[in-house]
């Protein structure tokens, strides 16, 4: 019996026609921007990006300054005043300017500090188990069951002038709870992997299977918790403003609809004293989100290839994959026609 070249070029790997190369420059280099490519994830980083430019020059570009006032009162929007003036007569889009930095600052501090402590406490328990674990379980139920914002209350009323940064280590250090049960959950079920054992067993220290063996893995949930604490730092920062903890005359968008609310601009019809800043709000909780799930798709395979998958049948018709659905291609030349009968018997 002889076989013939095509067969031979299947059984052997990496010889013949059909065998392609591992990775070609420009495959990796397609790879290594994959996570870019994707349209949410980028989409995401350049509004990202934009608040974080904001948030460094916003105050200097700002056209005038936050606190001047002028004798424009509850002016609407136009070419001199972008997003109109408040009842002293002061320029929204200057404040919203000046606002982004303590937003931003608050945002992603807090949401460093979390992660971080999630990352350290959730994996260590995870993988090192016994009474490790069990001291850190512990130690993550107290600080679950802490309230965040009454502590913030609490804290920025007690201490003088308390400024941003004080705001954004209350949020980090009361919010990493979560983030790290739900990282020992998954650390425990990674820890028996086959890959992380052959690791073990190679002599591989424990630093190095959990920076290179378990993390990558872990990646799509740490993103998770860091864009879900930023998020909620972002909301108590603004929360506190709104009801008048934190200092008013430190300009932040809770503070905008502090004054806005204060002022009655909703009875006054002056909707352009806290729509820009609402907006704001929500711009940012959708880029932070995008970036979210681009990591998800980049992370997940799965992800990243549903929806798009299409074959050929063998008539030439082209068939898209769908999510929770599995093709069924019927031959339209050798299916069976199926006659329909109504109560009288007549065929339709």
Known sequence: MTATPSSI???IPGQGAMAQPSATPTKAKRRRFRFIANGKAATGLVMLGIYVLFAIIGPWVAPFDPDERTPEVLAPPSAQHWFGTSHLGQDIFSQILAGTRGVM????????????LSVLIGVTAGYLGGAADESLSALSNVFLVIPALPLIIIVTAAVTNAGDLIVALVIGLTSWAWGARVLRAQTLSLRRRDYVEAA??????TWRIVLFEILPNLTAIIASGFVGTVIFAVMSEITLAFIGISSVSSWNWGTILFWAQSQQALAQGAWWWFV?????IALLGTALSLVNFGIDEFVSPRLRSSGTGRFRTVTGERVKMKVGFTPVVRDRETAPEITIKDAEGVAR
Do not use: F
């Open 9 to 11: 070029e299947q059984v």
């Open 200 to 205: 073990r067993a190679s002599g591989e220290k």
């Open 276 to 280: 820009p800043a609402g907006l704001a």
């Open 105 to 116: 600052v608050v945002g992603i501090t807090a949401g460093v500090i979390a992660t971080v």
